[in-house]
């Protein structure tokens, strides 16, 4: 059912995702699943609660502390909520792990967060370099406006 949940996510269906989340959790007794959890951060970063949403982020890690995904997904949402130290922290700990261990949509999650983060701390030549690789490793995952945008900002 968090699957099938996860798939219905988008701006317009947060809110029935949520209830979904809620009625899997009284059933549960309140103890979702990380992916559970996951998801219920994920509804609600879209619907505008960083804070809750890194809440809910981190409650999934400590249920499964090995899963990159779900640390990116922390040092994304510490970077919503303007922690860029805290982000770069987990951030850079999933870069140190391996970019071979990811599938591509969280390699370019990790690519976009961490270039970010390196940005807003006052690292634009590496925040480029990471652009660089990003495209270079996913070329069809970055739209050739964004890149080329790089491209002006490296000059």
């Known amino acids: 059912q968090i699957a099938e949940l996860a798939d219905e996510l988008s701006a317009k269906t947060a809110l029935q995702v949520m209830a979904g989340l809620k009625v899997l959790a009284d059933q549960t007794k309140g103890q979702?699943?990380?992916?559970?959890?996951?998801l219920l951060g994920k509804t609600q970063m879209v619907l505008g609660k960083p804070a809750d949403g890194l809440k809910s982020f981190e409650a999934a890690l400590a249920k499964?502390?090995?899963s990159l995904d779900l640390q990116i997904n922390v040092g994304a949402a510490y970077l919503a909520?303007?922690?860029v130290e805290a982000a770069l922290k987990m951030l850079r700990g999933v870069w140190k792990a391996g970019l071979k261990q990811l599938e591509p949509a969280s390699r370019s999650a990790l690519f976009r967060n961490l270039s970010t983060a390196e940005g807003k701390a006052g690292r634009p030549l590496?925040?480029?370099?990471l652009h660089r690789n990003w495209l270079a490793q996913s070329p069809d995952t970055v739209p050739i406006d964004r890149a080329l945008q790089w491209a002006r900002q490296g000059l």
């Open 81 to 83: 909520n303007g922690d």
């Open 32 to 38: 979702l699943p990380a992916s559970g959890l996951a």
């Open 126 to 129: 590496v925040a480029l370099q």
């Open 64 to 66: 499964d502390q090995q």
